[in-house]
């Protein structure tokens, strides 16, 4: 089975650029999660998904940042206008029920200049 | 509150040495989950384990083993005969029963020299 998917795995953008994240999780599993891993605050949960539903955006650093989850294979993260503090690793997860194994993907690493 | 601590930022050893990662939780819950993920130089995070409360038998996989204790709260991660390939960063992480969260330690980054 294909792992969890996410593209790009780089992007490179100027401040002010909106900028879309892109996750596939894997099949069959019930929920998702975005994360975000940068040096200063290791890693961050950002929002998640249960059953395509957002659950908890607590994480979600300001209104600049936005999630969507319109079907069960396909979610995305999108920062609009981008700041170079938002520069990190995004990564994005996927797990089949309550408590059990988050599965990452790659991550995506964005450079806002 | 549910928190991870992994005191040891980062350890150095040379190939063929053994080595152990700590870490500790602390949670208010009688059911609860803890992992091991492995992020190498490459930047996935890989899993590793999964253990639940109600288990405390220890766990061997090839050269890794995790060595669960309920009574210090402790879930560390050893390393037999290091090879250059473990290094990586190593986080340990705790998810409660019921919730749908995931609380990472900030991570022990392992450095194995030839």
């Known amino acids: 089975d294909a792992g969890v998917i996410q593209s790009p795995r780089h992007e490179v953008t100027e401040m002010g650029q909106e900028v879309t994240l892109r996750c596939k999780p894997i099949s069959g599993h019930n929920s998702l999660f975005w994360y975000r891993q940068t040096m200063m605050r290791g890693l961050e949960l950002l929002i998640y998904?249960?059953?395509?539903?957002?659950?908890?955006d607590s994480g979600m650093p300001e209104d600049r940042f936005s999630a969507k989850m319109p079907n069960a294979s396909f979610s995305t993260l999108k920062i609009q206008p981008s700041e170079p503090r938002d520069s990190a690793v995004y990564f994005c997860a996927s797990r089949w029920d309550t408590a059990d194994t988050q599965y990452f993907g790659p991550g995506t690493r964005l450079t806002v200049l | 509150a549910q928190k991870v601590t992994q005191a040891q930022t980062e350890i150095s050893v040379v190939e063929k040495e053994d080595v152990t990662l700590d870490c500790v939780y602390e949670?208010?819950?009688?059911?609860?989950?803890l992992f091991w993920y492995k992020q190498p130089p490459s930047g996935e995070l890989v899993f590793l384990i999964r253990r639940n409360s109600f288990d405390e038998q220890n766990e061997i996989s090839g050269r890794y083993s995790w060595n669960f204790q309920k009574s210090t709260s402790s879930f560390n991660f050893t390393i037999t005969a290091s090879q250059v390939v473990d290094s990586a960063v190593y986080f340990c992480?705790?998810?409660?029963?019921?919730?749908?969260?995931?609380?990472f330690g900030t991570g022990t980054r392992l450095q194995v020299f030839p």
């Open positions: 998904f249960n059953n395509n539903v957002p659950i908890d």
């Open positions: 949670t208010r819950d009688t059911t609860y989950y």
């Open positions: 992480a705790l998810s409660e029963q019921n919730t749908d969260k995931l609380i």
